[in-house]
């Protein structure tokens, strides 16, 4: 078609829609439809490209699409690769639009700090920015739906895709499970740099037994809806446009055949109206899992459940024409499942023009957008947390006569993207190495030395002594070690959370000098580093800072950013406290103490406390709290009139700086045990030195809702105590009463 007649065509697409509601212009569509071509709509492949799972070989892929046969395809970017499909699509009987989808979980050509991370910013907007971002530049190259936000909360740092979520709380998780829909989806789909975002993994992922991908998830209804289930709720309640289940099975039902969870819970009492995807070749996998003898059962049981799409089992394209035709799926199933459909792709604005993805000068503005690395630069300055800083070690001084930098990471360019970044081919060219930034950042006199000391992970120690001679020569060292990129992420569960390799014992060769120490610690994931917080007087944790990561480490170093994270997630001392959170119920013979070792639930081989408290950080300069008060200390259930909580921080240390003032409450007795801590609200603010800032909160009754035995969401009257303070180890409280 030349373009004249496109242009014309679109005209009368777009006349055509005007007027019509989408529910009316879709069911219109439905009734032209054969069962071949719905079931087509339930179909998405991968393309040939690369891959995020395991692939099969599918040489028929473009005449599948050209006979609608396919709905959506995932691994195919850029504006010529869309362009090509959807010029397939288009022509098909129904010329019915394909949606793309890609993983686009923290950046795509500029890649932001990993979502955990990020997470550590505790900054909404922020979060909300960088998945707008992101959002603009995947849509500039085609895509216009991400397989994002993951909303597991993950308690168990063995699991590798702890990297990929938001952390272990609830709260936290829901409010940035929020802030990234809304900056996946900006000003709502249609608009050209929206992509449709989805929710994932539904529901449970985080829990799989032992840390292990894609392992089994057992747990009460309870801890299911207290804990897994919120993030999912507030991001359905934003208004995310897809959900995608989880490999996992959860009480003994896989999540993609689950009826609970997708058409009692998801699609029935939450009323959500978006479609479900399955997880990639999940549908198959319920073969495996052991409720399914043949793919046959297997479509049967996924869509029956719920299932609205099929990513890449085929199980769907093979066996749903015959189950409806022997009777056993109703039609109105699918008609159901395709309908969600293809409401979203009327909402992104497909039927009015299926190339308005596809535009060149915008993939191009979108290719190396300086403004989005200076975004980069920020998040990544804002995710970094600063664990220890022992006599005002850090920040440095940039007039410093001399520095080493010493470790497997220091020269590192890609491990920064972090697992889950989109990959191009300059992507090495495109990243701010640690040794890059820091560079810049110094003034010429310094000298600056190097030395690599040891690789990531293995028992090489050949060149200590060469790391050591580079040590002795500087004033201060700064050494960079933690895990490659690869070492977090889709199925890279771990056992041993050290750091790998003999990167620890590096560490102690070279703070053995006698030189100061500033450690960075690079990782995916909790580590555990107990030699490192018992010696190193420095120590940051940078976690994988994406594209602009050497400038954000720099920045933080040399003090032009003041660190203000907090972690989003408690750091074990070891492996065997795992699963160690801050929000746990109190047993009846909690330990008082370290020393409290008889009879109290413990183990007698370690303390009682983790490394690294959840909520935790430090800033350059410090902060004290004082004069927490409550409007009334008698909280009704009945009254619409909230508990205003004032509390004034005070910035008493040298800089201007950053807090994250949290909001701890507990709820001494209940139907059922309540957790000995809950976070309710958070705040981030910056405060001048010298400066008080009142910080107010509200909470209604509603704020302290719980689910009780029958898994009612309820309120009970009694007695709490509000706790404020810089992490989840508060410094204030006081009591208040829920009453009648
Ligand atoms: C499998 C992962 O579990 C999921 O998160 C991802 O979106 C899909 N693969 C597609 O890449």
């Given at each position: 078609m030349n373009k004249v007649c496109w242009i014309i065509s679109l005209i009368v697409v777009s006349l055509s829609l005007a007027g019509q509601t989408k529910e009316k212009f879709v069911d219109n569509l439905l009734q032209k439809m054969t069962l071949e071509e719905k079931i087509g709509?339930?179909?998405?492949?991968?393309?040939?490209?690369?891959?995020?799972?395991?692939?099969?070989?599918?040489?028929?892929?473009?005449?599948?699409?050209?006979?609608?046969?396919?709905?959506?395809?995932l691994n195919v970017f850029g504006v010529e690769n869309v362009r090509k499909l959807q010029q397939a699509a288009m022509k098909s009987r129904l010329k019915i639009p394909l949606i793309f989808g890609q993983d686009v979980i923290h950046g795509f050509r500029t890649t932001f700090p990993i979502p955990l991370g990020e997470a550590a910013s505790w900054d909404l907007n922020l979060m909300e920015k960088t998945a707008h971002t992101a959002a603009t530049e995947a849509s500039a190259y085609g895509i216009n739906w991400t397989f994002a936000p993951m909303v597991d909360i993950c308690r168990d740092p063995r699991w590798g895709r702890i990297m990929e979520g938001a952390g272990e709380d609830p709260f936290l998780g829901s409010k940035i499970a929020v802030a990234r829909v809304k900056g996946f989806q900006g000003k709502g789909l249609g608009q050209t740099d929206a992509v449709m975002a989805c929710a994932k993994h539904f529901a449970g992922y985080g829990a799989a037994i032992g840390?292990?991908?894609?392992?089994?998830?057992?747990?009460?209804?309870?801890?299911?809806n207290e804990v897994y289930l919120p993030p999912f709720k507030a991001a359905a309640n934003a208004g995310v446009a897809t959900f995608m289940n989880a490999f996992n099975a959860l009480n003994g039902i896989p999540s993609t055949a689950n009826t609970y969870l997708l058409r009692d819970l998801l699609k029935g009492e939450w009323k959500y109206s978006g479609f479900v995807v399955s997880d990639w070749a999940s549908i198959k996998e319920l073969i495996t899992q052991g409720v399914a003898s043949n793919r046959k059962e297997a479509a049967f049981e996924a869509i029956t459940a719920g299932c609205d799409m099929d990513m890449e089992s085929r199980c769907y394209r093979e066996n749903l024409k015959s189950l409806v035709l022997d009777g056993k799926v109703p039609v109105s199933i699918v008609d159901d499942a395709v309908r969600r459909i293809l409401i979203k792709k009327y909402e992104l604005g497909l039927f009015s023009d299926p190339f308005r993805f596809c535009q060149p000068e915008r993939e191009l503005q979108q290719t190396n957008n300086t403004q989005n690395r200076q975004l980069a630069r920020e998040a990544g300055e804002k995710s970094i947390v600063?664990?220890?800083?022992?006599?005002?070690?850090?920040?440095?001084?940039?007039?410093?006569?001399?520095?080493?930098?010493?470790?497997?990471?220091?020269?590192?360019?890609?491990?920064?993207?972090?697992?889950?970044?989109?990959?191009?081919?300059d992507d090495s060219s495109r990243v701010v190495s640690l040794y890059e930034g820091i560079k810049t950042k110094l003034n010429p006199e310094t000298k600056l030395y190097y030395s690599?000391?040891?690789?990531?992970?293995?028992?090489?120690?050949?060149?200590?002594?060469?790391?050591?001679?580079?040590?002795?020569?500087?004033?201060?060292?700064?050494?960079?070690?933690?895990?490659?990129?690869?070492?977090?992420?889709?199925?890279?569960?771990?056992?041993?959370?050290?750091?790998?390799g003999v990167q620890e014992n590096l560490l102690k060769a070279i703070y053995a000098t006698g030189k100061p120490v500033v450690l960075l610690i690079n990782a995916g994931r909790p580590l555990i580093f107990n030699w490192a917080s018992d010696h190193v007087p420095a120590i940051l944790?940078?976690?994988?800072?994406?594209?602009?990561?050497?400038?954000?480490?720099?920045?933080?170093?040399?003090?032009?950013?003041?660190?203000?994270?907090?972690?989003?997630?408690?750091?074990?001392?070891?492996?065997?406290?795992?699963?160690?959170?801050?929000?746990?119920?109190?047993?009846?013979?909690?330990?008082k103490d370290d020393n409290d070792?008889?009879?109290?639930?413990?183990?007698?081989?370690?303390?009682?406390?983790?490394?690294?408290?959840?909520?935790?950080?430090?800033?350059?300069?410090?902060?004290?709290?004082?004069?927490?008060?409550?409007?009334?200390?008698?909280?009704?259930?009945?009254?619409?009139?909230?508990?205003?909580?004032?509390?004034?921080?005070?910035?008493?240390?040298?800089?201007?700086?950053?807090?994250?003032?949290?909001?701890?409450?507990?709820?001494?007795?209940?139907?059922?045990?309540?957790?000995?801590?809950?976070?309710?609200?958070?705040?981030?603010?910056?405060?001048?030195?010298?400066?008080?800032?009142?910080?107010?909160?509200?909470?209604?009754?509603?704020?302290?809702?719980?689910?009780?035995?029958?898994?009612?969401?309820?309120?009970?009257?009694?007695?709490?105590?509000?706790?404020?303070?810089?992490?989840?180890?508060t410094v204030l409280e006081t009591n208040f009463e829920l009453t009648e």
């Open positions: 709509q339930l179909n998405q492949y991968s393309g040939d490209g690369f891959a995020t799972g395991k692939v099969t070989v599918d040489p028929s892929k473009l005449s599948q699409i050209e006979r609608g046969e396919v709905g959506a395809m840390g292990r991908d894609y392992n089994t998830v057992d747990m009460s209804r309870l801890q299911l600063l664990l220890r800083n022992e006599n005002q070690l850090l920040p440095l001084n940039k007039t410093l006569k001399s520095l080493a930098l010493i470790g497997p990471l220091v020269k590192s360019t890609i491990d920064n993207y972090g697992s889950w970044s989109v990959h191009f081919p690599k000391g040891c690789n990531i992970n293995d028992s090489d120690e050949s060149r200590f002594e060469a790391a050591v001679q580079t040590a002795k020569m500087a004033d201060v060292v700064v050494m960079s070690l933690g895990e490659s990129w690869n070492m977090s992420g889709e199925s890279k569960s771990k056992s041993n959370l050290h750091l790998p944790y940078t976690w994988w800072l994406g594209s602009e990561a050497g400038n954000a480490i720099a920045d933080v170093l040399f003090g032009d950013y003041n660190p203000s994270a907090k972690l989003p997630v408690t750091f074990p001392r070891a492996e065997g406290q795992i699963p160690m959170y801050y929000d746990h119920f109190n047993t009846g013979r909690p330990p070792m008889i009879y109290t639930s413990r183990y007698i081989d370690l303390p009682i406390t983790p490394a690294y408290v959840f909520g935790y950080g430090l800033s350059y300069t410090h902060f004290s709290f004082s004069n927490l008060k409550l409007s009334t200390s008698r909280l009704s259930i009945k009254s619409s009139e909230p508990l205003v909580v004032d509390v004034d921080v005070t910035n008493d240390g040298g800089y201007d700086g950053e807090e994250v003032v949290q909001l701890y409450v507990r709820d001494w007795v209940g139907s059922v045990v309540r957790p000995v801590k809950e976070l309710k609200g958070f705040e981030k603010i910056s405060i001048k030195k010298g400066e008080t800032k009142t910080i107010h909160f509200k909470l209604n009754a509603n704020n302290l809702k719980f689910f009780n035995a029958k898994i009612k969401w309820v309120n009970e009257p009694g007695k709490y105590t509000l706790f404020m303070g810089d992490s989840s180890n």
